[in-house]
């Protein structure tokens, strides 16, 4: 049984940082790549980042110099470093991995971490 269990939100100031975590269980966790998602209250929910099997990473524009993402492949687990946060980076992020089967594609989320940046 696919499970990704989030951690590492909470109220930051602006400027601030967060590290999230996303430890993941019951799958091949190496071969598939994970992401983070995220949705704020009345908006729709979006890719942030993503770090493929082979290391590769990927970032949402907004977010390109100021988050990392990362994967440890020995831990089963991802994380999200983020950094300069601004208000507009509230939201509920959400951990994420999936991949086609013969039954058809196979979707996986976490229960997701609420980040508020606010003063």
């Known amino acids: 049984q696919v499970q990704l269990v989030e951690s590492g939100g909470g109220l930051v100031p602006p400027g601030g940082s967060l590290r999230l975590s996303c430890a993941a269980s019951g799958f091949d966790f190496s071969r598939y790549s994970m992401s983070w998602y995220r949705q704020a209250p009345g908006k729709q929910r979006e890719l942030v980042a993503q770090?493929?099997?082979?290391?590769?990473?990927m970032y949402e524009d907004s977010v390109k110099g100021r988050f990392t993402i990362s994967r440890d492949n020995a831990k089963n687990t991802v994380s999200l470093q983020m950094t300069n946060l601004k208000p507009e980076d509230t939201a509920t992020y959400y951990c994420?991995?999936?991949?086609?089967?013969?039954?058809?594609?196979?979707?996986?989320w976490g229960q997701g971490t609420q980040v508020i940046v606010s003063s």
């Open positions: 994420y991995t999936g991949w086609w089967s013969p039954r058809g594609p196979r979707d996986y």
């Open positions: 770090v493929l099997s082979d290391g590769d990473t």
